[in-house]
């Protein structure tokens, strides 16, 4: 069974201040996948990384596939209250539509 | 679009009922998946299907059952309610063809089982 270890588990910090957010495995995916989830609502897709090494931004949210595509990380710029969620990532394998989901960091912005 | 709609929201069983979660998505994805969440454990897989006709199992099948008889929808059967299945279960979809946009999921059933 593969396994996603998020870190860390509960976050809570200032409006404006910049965090870190850790996906990582021992082993290899396709691809890796970050939603953010609401309370009473279901996840939400923020945004797949394909390619080892890979970056990609959504305004003041930046993702990373490790280089060797057993990790991610999620930063995030100056945060507002409006991040306040869920944080969850998810694995894929090729030809596989078994999603492993990790195990969650819940981040709360302070205004 | 509506997209996933699952009904629903709420229920509480007694130990030993039967019921259906039902699951309905009106964007023609071929890709529908249970999932349950846990405090602390995220979400687990417990079926999938890649088309109607074709099931498969996830990572906690015991205690469900699934059929996929049309494209749309993807009920999901709890045999005989135990307090172990007291969770929130969602059911997601995605277009085969489009990997990268990840699933879309429905807005949850918050079951308890006493």
């Known amino acids: 069974t593969q396994l996603l270890e998020q870190s860390p588990q509960f976050l809570s910090i200032q409006e404006g201040e910049n965090l870190t957010v850790y996906c990582n495995s021992s082993?290899?995916?396709?691809?890796l996948q970050w939603y953010r989830q609401e309370p009473g609502e279901g996840p939400v897709l923020l945004v797949t990384v394909v390619t080892g090494g890979e970056v990609k931004k959504l305004k003041r949210l930046t993702f990373q596939f490790g280089d060797a595509r057993k990790d991610s990380s999620l930063h995030i710029t100056a945060a507002q209250p409006g991040d306040t969620g869920l944080y969850l990532c998810?694995?894929?394998?090729?030809?596989?539509?078994?999603?492993?989901f990790g195990t969650g960091t819940r981040l709360t912005i302070i205004p | 679009n509506a997209g996933v709609t699952q009904t629903p929201k709420f229920q509480v069983l007694k130990t030993g009922q039967s019921m259906t979660l039902q699951c309905a998505q009106d964007?023609?994805?071929?890709?529908m998946s249970w999932y349950r969440q846990d405090p602390g454990m995220g979400l687990r897989l417990i079926h999938y299907s890649v088309g109607a006709g074709i099931t498969d199992q996830g990572e906690v099948p015991n205690g469900y059952n699934v059929s996929r008889s049309t494209t749309e929808d993807f009920p999901l059967r709890l045999l005989s309610a135990a307090p172990s299945q007291t969770s929130v279960y969602f059911c997601a979809s995605r277009n085969r063809q489009a990997n990268l946009y990840g699933y879309t999921f429905g807005s949850g059933t918050r079951l308890t089982v006493v």
């Open positions: 964007m023609n994805h071929e890709y």
């Open positions: 082993s290899v995916f396709s691809s």
């Open positions: 998810a694995g894929t394998n090729f030809g596989n539509e078994k999603l492993t």
